[in-house]
């Protein structure tokens, strides 16, 4: 049923909770997991100059290591607990806007299931779900898994 399933991650509390059912599921389908780390240029509008930013807008991140390393440590919770039920994981890092690279991403390697936090890292809780994740269940036919970080069993 399941062959590939995407775990989009911003490194928040919530995506990691997802990872957890993303790699369980995983194991039981066996299927590999691909983790997906968007860098939105429109977070770092404030903190970096125009070409940068308009790098990021054209899907260019190399050599911003501030911003690779929060890519590597948020995959990288994804590979960690993917190696430890020996399941094959992707990572990957995209720049631009999350909901359409994760759409885009899923449409262009076999995803079959997505698994999402239901909030970020804005932390906000006014909304029944963050923006990004509203977005993706708008844009694609997809079945989607949203995890709440308060339904951790
Ligand atoms: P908002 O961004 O609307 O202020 P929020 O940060 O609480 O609210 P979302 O951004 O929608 O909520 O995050 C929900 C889930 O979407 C996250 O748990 C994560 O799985 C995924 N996600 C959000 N941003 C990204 C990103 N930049 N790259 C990859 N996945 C992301
Ligand atoms: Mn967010």
Partial sequence: ??????IPTDGSK??????????????KYGATVHALYV???????????SEQLDRIRQGNIGE???LEADAAEATGVVA???REKDIEVVEAVRGGTPHKIITT????NDIDL??????????VRRAL?????????RSTHLPVLVVDEQRED
């Fill in 39 to 49: 860098v939105d240029p429109d977070w770092l509008a404030y903190s970096l100059g």
């Fill in 80 to 82: 960690d607990a993917a």
């Fill in 1 to 6: 049923m399941y062959e590939n399933i995407l």
């Fill in 64 to 66: 911003m290591d501030e």
């Fill in 114 to 123: 997505v698994v999402i936090g239901s909030h970020g890292r804005s932390g």
């Fill in 14 to 27: 919530t995506a990691n909770v997802a990872v957890e059912h993303a790699v369980d599921l995983a194991a």
């Fill in 129 to 137: 779900l963050g923006s990004v994740t509203e977005r993706v269940l």
């Fill in 105 to 108: 991403y899923a449409d262009s």
